[in-house]
């Protein structure tokens, strides 16, 4: 049974639009890997303070293993009550385990330990890692893509260095130019956007789990033995108060500008 981590207090049920607006699933099932990571991640630095035994954290990390193949495959099924990308992976984990064995798949309910994994864990500090984690891996991959789009206008420019064009300021042409100096403008602003990001990179690498609700964790787990090793060296570990409200930063990009200076190119040149 899907019970609410806010419910509590509640002797009734509460109203499906209330559901339905609280509910963002569909949003944050993007982060399910980063999820479990830091579920497993946390599974092991509670057996290594032995609040889990061995197989309790083999049999979590199992079953997390296996919710993380559900979505990969597309068989996750989204239960009504599931409210955001953490309630469903406890909801699944807690539900059943699978022991394989003979080519086939036994049900078994965990339950017990499963329950175990918010032992000195808030949904703060879960729900940061998870951000924290999901922006890392994802701004590396926008940056290999920023740097590839480089290359590419760094070659045309190489191979069209002959070419020629209107140069224009306030919005009236100048002078002639290189369209390779012209394209290169574009690339020497991507590659800023790219500085920009690798700043954003460190400022989001500040390990939030373990900060709890609020003034850090009571079992004295150590951060940085046991979550460096889980799920990445490269992290610093602040203020537990700073960390678990932190949502990591942003950057606009200039690409915007870049569009616009081509769209005004373009028009006073009649295409």
């Known amino acids: 049974e899907n019970q609410k981590l806010w419910g509590g207090r509640f002797s009734e049920t509460t109203s499906p639009c209330l559901e339905k ?16 990571e830091g579920s497993k991640a ?19 990390c199992d079953g997390l293993d296996l919710v993380k193949k559900e979505w990969i495959e597309g ?12 309630t469903a992976n406890e909801r699944r984990l807690k539900a059943t385990i699978y022991v394989f064995h003979s080519n086939f798949y036994l049900k078994e309910l ?22 924290k984690l999901w922006l890392k891996s994802n701004l590396r991959k926008l940056d ?15 191979h069209e260095i002959e070419v020629m064009m209107p140069g224009y300021t306030h919005l009236q042409r100048a002078q002639p130019v290189r369209w390779s100096h012209y394209l290169l403008s574009h690339a020497w602003n991507l590659k800023n956007d790219s500085d920009r990001l690798e700043e954003i990179l460190k ?14 964790n009571p079992f004295n787990i150590d951060r940085i033995s046991h979550f460096g090793v889980d799920i990445g060296k490269v992290w610093n570990y602040e203020n537990s108060i700073e960390q678990y409200q ?26």
């Open 42 to 60: 946390y599974a092991n630095a509670l057996k290594g303070i032995k609040l889990l035994t061995e197989k309790e954290a083999k049999v979590i």
């Open 75 to 86: 068989n996750f099924k989204i239960m009504i009550g599931d409210e955001d990308i953490h």
């Open 203 to 216: 400022r989001i690498s500040i390990m939030p789990l373990g900060s709890g609700a609020l003034a850090g």
């Open 246 to 271: 932190a949502v990591g930063g942003t950057s606009k990009s200039s690409v915007i500008g870049q569009i616009e200076k081509l769209r005004t190119w373009l028009t006073k040149n009649n295409f």
């Open 21 to 36: 607006l609280n509910c963002s699933l569909n949003l944050d099932k993007r982060m399910f890997e980063e999820d479990i």
């Open 110 to 131: 965990i339950g017990g330990p499963a329950t175990k994994l918010h032992v000195g864990r808030s949904r703060n500090d879960q729900v940061v890692t998870d951000m």
């Open 144 to 158: 290999a893509h920023l740097r590839d789009l480089i290359s590419v206008i760094v070659t045309r420019a190489s």
